[in-house]
Each structure stands twice: as structure tokens, then as C-alpha cells.
């Protein structure tokens, strides 16, 4: 199981993308799964073992505070435009974690196209 994070500022947008992530990756084949951040923190990942991918959506705290590093680890991050400032802080706190992150093109995002986010999250959890 493959586990990507997508943050934003609130969680609203990630969660709007996250939804088309896990829509494209379902159309691709796989079992994929949409997650938010409390089944990190709780640790209910494990509950979705079956599927190919989870998708969790969150607010970029979540990353910035440190508050990930007590959650169930993810293989990726992907940072929505909104949040692009923010973007070298939580590099710095995902490196630290050796989890690899990027920001996400912010026409793909505008345009919320799953298929292209998708492509990226995998590629990023393939390096």
C-alpha cells in the first residue's frame, strides 16, 4: 500500500483533490482509499491494508508543527499552490522524516486534474 499526503491551507481544496486522486486511481484499476488526517494520528491506516493506494488530505500544520512526525508515516507529500510559501518549511521537517515532497503544478490543481496529480504522487513515491 502506497500512502500520499495532499495539503493545503485548511483541507478543503485537498480534500477536492484528494477525491479525484483516489477517482483516477480507481479508473487506473487500482483499490485506492480516501483518508483524513485524524486516521493518521489514530493510526487506522492499517484497516486499509487491501488497497493499492490511500489518499489522506490535510491542512499544511500539519506538516509545519511537527504533528506528522507522531503520525502513521506516508510514502509522499504534495503541496497545493495555496500553500506554495510554506513549502521550504515543510521540506525541511519531510526530509528530516526521509519522505520525499513536492509542490503541485498550479494549473493542474486549478483545473483539478486528478490524473496528472496522481501521475506525480507515484512517480514522487517511485524515486
Given at each position: 500500500?502506497?500512502?500520499?499526503?495532499?495539503?493545503?491551507?485548511?483541507?478543503?481544496?485537498?480534500?477536492?483533490?484528494?477525491?479525484?486522486?483516489?477517482?483516477?486511481?480507481?479508473?487506473?484499476?487500482?483499490?485506492?482509499?480516501?483518508?483524513?488526517?485524524?486516521?493518521?494520528?489514530?493510526?487506522?491506516?492499517?484497516?486499509?491494508?487491501?488497497?493499492d493506494l490511500v489518499v489522506v488530505m490535510?491542512?499544511?500544520d500539519m506538516i509545519t508543527t511537527l504533528r506528522l512526525q507522531g503520525f502513521s508515516r506516508v510514502d509522499a507529500v504534495l503541496v497545493s499552490p495555496q500553500v506554495k510559501y510554506l513549502f521550504k518549511?515543510?521540506?525541511?521537517?519531510?526530509?528530516?522524516?526521509?519522505?520525499?515532497?513536492?509542490?503541485?503544478?498550479s494549473l493542474s490543481f486549478g483545473r483539478m486534474r486528478g490524473d496528472l496529480i496522481l501521475k506525480q504522487g507515484l512517480a514522487l513515491m517511485n524515486d
Open positions: 500500500m502506497k500512502k500520499l499526503l495532499i495539503v493545503c491551507a485548511g483541507g478543503a481544496t485537498s480534500s477536492m483533490m484528494a477525491q479525484r486522486v483516489v477517482q483516477e486511481a480507481e479508473k487506473e484499476g487500482m483499490k485506492a482509499k480516501l483518508l483524513f488526517p485524524e486516521d493518521l494520528k489514530y493510526d487506522r491506516v492499517k484497516a486499509h491494508e487491501d488497497k490535510g491542512p499544511i518549511s515543510a521540506e525541511k521537517v519531510l526530509q528530516q522524516l526521509e519522505i520525499p515532497c513536492d509542490n503541485i503544478d
